[in-house]
């Protein structure tokens, strides 16, 4: 079974310049999510998808971020403009349900903001 | 707002012994979820628990949840080098979603 795909591996940008990552889940999974991990610390949400819809974008900030899943297989996650401070791995993670939402995770990207 | 923490941050032991790492948060949930990471890749899911009482057992790993007390533990038993990893728990609250704890660095040493 293919794992979760994630494309960049990785990106250096200069600040307030524009970034995307991009992520294929499992096939059949209908559960997307997108995290935040910065060095030394857990991940952080940032935004869960439920086959094409939004179940929690809570600590996402919109003002720069925004993510899709227009045909409820894919994602994209966008940073417009880029800070210093969102230096970090950003994770996607499936699952096949939100119920048990045991979540297997891509490679991630490594984005670092210069 | 629900807060995850861990203890110890940092674990150095050496092969052969037994330690505990603790979880423990600060709002009722019954979901509770453990994962390794291993330096410079993703996460891997090691444990679902989803009742109070629930006991997992994987190899010389041993996860339990305890509801009331708001506590899970990850039991290490007999340590070799290969378990060398961060280890996080993280906890799902209805309305709050997913939420890590800070890991806990564990090595090793033969």
């Known amino acids: 079974e293919a794992g979760v795909a994630q494309s960049p591996r990785y990106k250096i940008i200069e600040k307030r310049q524009s970034v995307a990552f991009w992520c294929n889940p499992i096939s059949g999974h209908a559960t997307l999510y997108w995290y935040q991990q910065i060095l030394g610390q857990g991940p952080k949400l940032l935004i869960q998808f439920q086959n094409n819809g939004v179940v929690d974008d809570s600590q996402l900030p919109k003002d720069r971020f925004s993510a899709e899943r227009l045909k409820g297989v894919d994602s994209t996650l966008k940073i417009q403009p880029a800070k210093l401070e969102d230096s970090a791995v950003y994770l996607c993670?499936?699952?096949?349900?939100?119920?048990?939402?045991?979540?297997?995770f891509g490679p991630g990207t490594r984005l670092t903001v210069t | 707002e629900l807060k995850v923490e861990q203890n110890p941050l940092f674990l150095s032991m050496q092969e052969g012994k037994n330690y505990t790492i603790y979880c423990n948060y600060s709002?009722?949930?019954?979901?509770l979820y453990w994962y390794r990471q291993d330096p410079g890749k993703s996460l891997e899911s090691l444990f679902v628990l989803l009742s109070n009482g629930a006991v997992k057992q994987e190899g010389r790993l041993m996860a339990s949840l305890d509801t009331k007390a708001r506590l899970s533990t990850l039991h290490i038993t007999a340590a070799v080098h290969d378990l060398s990893a961060t280890y996080f728990c993280?906890?799902?609250?209805?309305?709050?979603?997913?939420?890590f704890g800070p890991g806990t660095r564990l090595s090793v040493l033969p």
């Open positions: 709002t009722t949930s019954d979901r």
């Open positions: 993280a906890v799902w609250i209805y309305g709050q979603n997913f939420v």
């Open positions: 993670a499936s699952s096949f349900d939100s119920w048990l939402a045991e979540q297997y």
